[in-house]
Every structure is written in structure tokens, then in C-alpha cells.
């Protein structure tokens, strides 16, 4: 549980939390776990699908018997991201637009996650560096290694 009231921003397909509201809506088919899996399968999206930002604190603030008994009841997960939708959309911070997520083609999301990927290697080496102690990192940088 996050144990506050912050935003806690996810992105998640448009097109099929539209058309997953439609579905709970005329009550005429049921949620599956499919259904869950392509609302949050950003990468399957193609590129020029759009993807809408929600605020999923209320998922994160549940237990772990909470989730395992939603998991069970795909309608459930569903409800619980069609609340996520509206939450972000009620903006109870009053944040500025500005500074709130937008929503953005899945290609635009993409973007920064591939440039995240490869700098996380970078990061790690140099999180390794530091917990070898700031002057043994200058020692290493100028010594040449085989």
C-alpha cells in the first residue's frame, strides 16, 4: 500500500477501455482475462494507437488477498481501471494540466522506455562505481584495463 493520497500514473490502451465501458455497460458479454491483458499490453499496441493516462492508487493501496481475489473476476479488474480513468480524469489534486500525463500515441510512449532500457545499464554501473567509494571511482577512470 502506498499509505497516501498521490497520484500514481499508469498509461493504458483508449481503444480498449472504451470499448471495454461499452461492454460492462450493455451488461451483453463478459470481461475475460484477455479482455485485461490488451488493456494494459501497451506493447501490442501499434504506433499510432493511443494510450490514456490513469491514476491507479487505489489498486496500489490493495492487499495482496484483495488483488488475488480481483485476479480471479477479470469484470472486477476492469471496474477497477474504468475507476483509475475516472480518478485521473476528477483530478482531486487540481494539479495544472501542464503538469499532469497526457495521453500520447504508443509510439510516443516507446520512445522514452527505449532510452530508459539502455540507460538503466548505465546507471547500474555507475551505482557499482559509487559504492566503491568516491576516490577509488577517480582511480579507476584513470587506470587502463585489459
Request: charged share 40%; glycine share 4%.
Amino acid at each position: 500500500p502506498t499509505g497516501d493520497d498521490e497520484p500514481v500514473h499508469s498509461y493504458v490502451r483508449k481503444k480498449v477501455l472504451d470499448e471495454l465501458k461499452d461492454v460492462l455497460a450493455k451488461k451483453a458479454q463478459s470481461v475475460t482475462q484477455a479482455d485485461v491483458v490488451a488493456l494494459t499490453a501497451l506493447d501490442d499496441a501499434v504506433d499510432d494507437e493511443i494510450l490514456v493516462p490513469v491514476d491507479i492508487r487505489e489498486r496500489l493501496d490493495m492487499d495482496a488477498k484483495a488483488i488475488a481475489a480481483e485476479a480471479k473476476h477479470p469484470k472486477k479488474v476492469v471496474q477497477s481501471y474504468l475507476r483509475a480513468a475516472d480518478l485521473f480524469a476528477s483530478n482531486p489534486e487540481g494539479a495544472l494540466e501542464t503538469k499532469r500525463p497526457a495521453p500520447m500515441t504508443a509510439r510516443e510512449w516507446r520512445e522514452p522506455h527505449a532510452l530508459e532500457s539502455g540507460s538503466d545499464d548505465e546507471i547500474a554501473s555507475e551505482d557499482d562505481a559509487d559504492s566503491e567509494g568516491e576516490g577509488e571511482e577517480e582511480e579507476v577512470e584513470g587506470e587502463e584495463e585489459e
